[in-house]
T-cell receptor
Framework: GESVGLHLPTLSVQEGDNSIINCAYS??????FIWYKQESGKGPQFIID?????DKRQGQRVTVLLNKTVKHLSLQIAATQPGDSAVYFC????????????FGTGTRLQVTL | NAGVTQTPKFQVLKTGQSMTLQCAQD?????MSWYRQDPGMGLRLIHY???????DQGEVPNGYNVSRSTTEDFPLRLLSAAPSQTSVYFC???????????FGPGTRLTVL
């Protein structure tokens, strides 16, 4: 069935370093992907999205890479800051919209000083 | 703008009780949705709506009802609460289904 998973449940990164959070998805029909950040006690916050006709998209300090051949998604955060500490979720959708999102289980990013 | 608001923040129910979780947004968003988040898991879609008067089921709709009589409000009703419905519930909205979703702060529900 459809599933979205993450390779690392916890990622510890030193402040100033770059972070890479990985995600594997199993539904080859998925055509829309989103990364969310969730801080403790809060709702998820949209970070960046990418469609299947792209393999890279950049935002402010973040880059999402999509490799459809191996069904892999990654989120790169440049110059990681303490405020980046949170749980990060990838989500996929096969409808081309966000109306049928399937979320991964999340990766906790810990930024050490 | 208040964004997406949810009430209550916390709720404890007994098995068999019914209740309504409220969700409202003041951004004139057409698309609204409800998710539940269980420990160690990602969010799972319960129901969603693409506009007033239109609702559809998500991944885990059983035991929940929704209605969308106005653009602003999207309440989630638990018909007969069960311990398996203990979870954190998030409401989200976006201008359109493919747009950036804005999430509310969540309602933590415990069913005893």
């Amino acid at each position: 069935g459809e599933s979205v998973g993450l390779h690392l449940p916890t990622l510890s990164v030193q402040e100033g370093d770059n972070s890479i959070i990985n995600c594997a998805y199993s539904n080859s029909a998925s055509d829309y992907f989103i990364w969310y950040k969730q801080e403790s006690g809060k709702g998820p916050q949209f970070i960046i999205d990418i469609r299947s006709n792209m393999d890279k998209r950049q935002g402010q300090r973040v880059t999402v890479l999509l490799n459809k051949t191996v069904k892999h998604l990654s989120l790169q955060i440049a110059a990681t800051q303490p405020g980046d500490s949170a749980v990060y979720f990838c989500a996929e959708d096969y409808t081309g919209t966000a109306s049928k999102l399937t979320f991964g289980t999340g990766t906790r990013l810990q930024v050490t000083l | 703008n208040a964004g997406v608001t949810q009430t209550p923040k916390f709720q404890v129910l007994k098995t068999g009780q019914s209740m309504t979780l409220q969700c409202a947004q003041d951004m004139n968003h057409e698309y609204m949705s409800w998710y539940r988040q269980d420990p160690g898991m990602g969010l799972r879609l319960i129901h969603y709506s693409v506009g007033a008067g239109i609702t559809d089921q998500g991944e885990v709709p059983n035991g929940y009802n929704v209605s969308r009589s106005t653009t602003e409000d999207f309440p989630l009703r638990l018909l007969s609460a069960a311990p398996s419905q203990t979870s954190v519930y998030f409401c989200a909205s976006s201008y359109e289904a493919a747009g950036e979703q804005f999430f509310g702060p969540g309602t933590r529900l415990t069913v005893l």
